[in-house]
Nanobody
């Protein structure tokens, strides 16, 4: 099975930047769509960004487009989420996830992901 471990979260002021990392185990990383989701207190888990393993396409929630960038390094079995111009609304626990599926529909839905990391807290202060 695939195991995912996030890191890089922390406290940052609005307008600042953070880069989250997600290290994956196993040799199937290159054939998994990798996604980032987040969950704020009192809110449902929501899609943030994803990288499609088959097409190479990236997908972003409208709320983070332009500000966030998802990248992956298959050689290191690691996916990253570069977060710039952070806003208060970005405060949440961020999770990385892996899905054997591909395509825009599945990439943006948490129910289509098989493996999840433990989450890393991102707190944006004013």
């Amino acid at each position: 099975q695939v195991q995912l471990v996030e890191s890089g979260g922390g406290l940052v002021q609005a307008g600042g930047s953070l880069r989250l990392s997600c290290a994956a185990s196993g040799r199937t990383f290159s054939s998994y769509t990798m996604g980032w989701f987040r969950q704020a207190p009192g809110k449902e888990r929501e899609f943030v960004a994803a990288h499609d393993w088959n097409t190479g396409s990236t997908y972003y929630a409208d709320s983070v487009k332009v500000r966030f960038t998802i990248t992956r390094d298959n050689a290191k079995n690691t996916v990253y989420l570069q977060m710039n111009s952070l806003k208060l609304e970005d405060t949440a626990v961020y999770y990385c996830a892996a899905s054997p599926l591909w395509g825009s529909w599945s990439a943006q839905r948490s129910t289509q992901y098989n493996y999840w990391g433990q989450g890393t807290q991102v707190t944006v202060s004013s």
